[in-house]
């Protein structure tokens, strides 16, 4: 059966500290990781990652992809209030159309 | 606004009703999506339609049951409610069947008393 485990379950920082997000995966036919940020409503969408080595990055955040070891890992530096939210990690398979398997999120809360 | 969007927001419903709630997207994508989250908030996939058609059913109760009239709607009716159904339910889009990149509407709190 597919899996996604992300760790560690839970993190408390304060603002401007760096934080690292991971993300391990095995699910058959990986195609892609995603990262989706998760606040009260939607998840929202912040990374897709398909090859290894390269990093991806969006202003404070960056994620990497290690396709041999089966994991990911989603930096945030300079951390804000705002970063406060949960992070879900998927995994995504080239068969099974395109199915998404998420873990169980990292809650991050950022204190002023 | 370009979007997935969901109605209703909130549901609150007694034990043994049915109800349904329903998604809409005008992103012009081919495939949709339900997800159930859990109070320990895993998302875990439902039912995909691509263009009309069912492609994914995972196992969930046939009290369940998708219905899509068109590429860019997925409504979820669900029969004789259980106290385990609370969950908020989400629905997803993406541009075409594969496409791993799913947008995701608002969700839906259903809570059964």
């Known amino acids: 059966e597919d899996k996604v485990v992300q760790s560690p379950l839970s993190l408390v920082v304060h603002e401007g500290d760096t934080v690292t997000l991971n993300c391990s995966y095995e699910?058959?036919?990986?195609?892609?990781l995603l990262w989706y940020k998760q606040e009260k409503k939607a998840p929202t969408f912040l990374f897709m990652l398909?090859?290894?080595?390269i990093e991806k990055k969006s202003g404070r955040l960056s994620s990497i992809l290690d396709k041999k070891e089966l994991f990911s890992i989603l930096n945030i530096t300079a951390t804000q209030t705002g970063d406060s939210a949960v992070y879900l990690c998927a995994a995504g398979s080239g068969t099974s159309y395109g199915k998404l398997t998420f873990g169980q999120g990292t809650i991050l809360t950022v204190h002023p | 606004d370009t979007a997935v969007s969901q109605t209703p927001k909130y549901l609150v419903t007694q034990m043994g009703n049915d109800k349904s709630i329903k998604c809409e997207q005008n992103?012009?994508?081919?495939?949709m999506y339900w997800y159930k989250q859990d109070s320990k908030k895993f998302l875990k996939i439902m039912f995909s339609y691509n263009n009309k058609e069912l492609i994914i059913n995972e196992t969930v109760p046939n009290r369940f049951s998708p219905k899509s009239p068109d590429k860019a709607h997925l409504n979820l009716h669900i029969n004789s409610l259980e106290l385990g159904d609370s969950a908020v339910y989400f629905c997803?889009?993406?541009?075409?069947?594969?496409?791993?990149?799913?947008?995701f509407g608002p969700g839906t709190r259903l809570t059964v008393l």
């Open positions: 997803a889009s993406s541009l075409f069947v594969g496409a791993n990149e799913q947008f």
């Open positions: 699910v058959t036919n990986f195609r892609s």
């Open positions: 992103l012009g994508h081919d495939t």
């Open positions: 398909t090859s290894s080595g």
